[in-house]
């Protein structure tokens, strides 16, 4: 069996990992190592390869995408459309989406923004304390990176969490709403918002004027999600006004944010470099090796990725 790897990340994790689960596998580097036939490549492990790339091999059983998003991979035009694409489910991806998720909540939620902007000016004063059981959380998608968040937060006692999702999702504890229509009554009720769907031409720039005017004054706004489901202009002018409080952005269009942008000054936006959650290669190569096992075995692979609907 042939694995070839193509991305600019350092291999020397994958392969070792890969070749202590399945021994019998060549792990190749793409172009270097890539074998005349193509043809004999049997599954392909990758991040943001160059377009057109993917299409060269033409009996591939697998196509693993070495993130969570797919979006990066979808814009490739000439894709093949009848290879399973695997998105990473791993468990420390998930773990460190949960850590910078629950960071960012419990910040906005105990108002640190506020007690920052006053510790410039020397104010000493203090508001009631937040009731945790009411405070209104809200997933601007709720799969797998979401709905482990907002599990660590029930842990914490947040009782007041929602999740929005395309279709409706049946969530213990947690108020499903779903499609456009609830869209409003969603955002309505979000004091903490967290953005984590997936980059798609329907959810591109989702944050905008108009679903910003329908949270509360003085929300927060988590994106660990992607930078093209922002309108930054929109945004950054909610945050000026007021009617946005605070923003964590650890995403944006187009990375790595740009010298220019009003976001590194402002004193109500934290910026991170698209580190909410990193893939550990060890771990996401354990699982991929175990995936690969299962599919040689005649299993099915998971986490496949839905390519009418882009993620
Ligand atoms: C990172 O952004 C990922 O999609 O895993």
Not at 10 to 33: M, S, V
Not at 52 to 62: E, M, W, Y
Not at 195 to 214: D, G, M, V
Not at 243 to 265: C, G, H, N, R, T
Request: net charge negative.
């Amino acid at each position: 069996m042939k694995i070839l790897y193509i991305s600019k990340y350092d291999p020397t994790p994958w392969q070792r990992k890969i070749e202590k689960i399945l021994p019998e596998a060549d792990f190749l580097l793409w172009p270097d190592e890539a074998p005349d036939n193509l043809g004999e490549i049997d599954y392909v492990l990758t991040w943001k390869p160059e377009p057109g790339v993917l299409a060269l091999f033409p009996n591939l059983k697998a196509i693993f995408n070495m993130g969570a998003g797919v979006d990066a991979l979808l814009q490739d035009k000439s894709l093949p459309q009848n290879v399973p694409i695997v998105r990473l489910v791993d468990p420390l991806l998930t773990s460190g989406m949960v850590e910078y998720v629950v960071h960012w909540v419990l910040h906005f939620h105990r108002q640190f923004h506020i007690y920052g902007a006053m510790q410039k000016k020397r104010e000493w004063k203090e508001f009631p304390p937040p009731f945790t059981a009411k405070r209104a959380i809200g997933f601007l998608g709720i799969g797998e990176l979401g709905y482990a968040s907002a599990q660590a937060l029930q842990n914490l006692g947040f009782k007041n969490i929602a999740g929005w999702s395309r279709n409706k999702k049946q969530l213990p504890g947690i108020e499903s709403f779903s499609g456009l229509g609830e869209l409003e009554t969603f955002l309505n009720r979000t004091e903490i918002l967290i953005t984590l769907l997936p980059l798609t031409n329907e959810t591109e720039k989702i944050i905008n004027a108009k679903t910003i005017s329908l949270l509360p004054t003085g929300a927060c706004i988590i994106n660990p999600g992607r930078g093209g489901l922002v309108n930054d202009d929109d945004l950054i002018a909610a945050l000026k006004g007021g009617k946005i409080a605070s923003a964590a952005l650890d995403v944006f269009s187009p990375e790595p944010l740009d010298e220019q942008s009003p976001y590194w000054e402002m004193e109500n936006v934290f910026v991170t470099p698209h580190i909410a959650s990193l893939t550990v290669a060890g771990s996401a190569a354990s699982v991929t090796a175990e995936m690969i096992k299962k599919i040689e075995a005649g299993g099915e692979p998971e986490n496949t990725v839905d390519l009418s609907s882009g993620y």
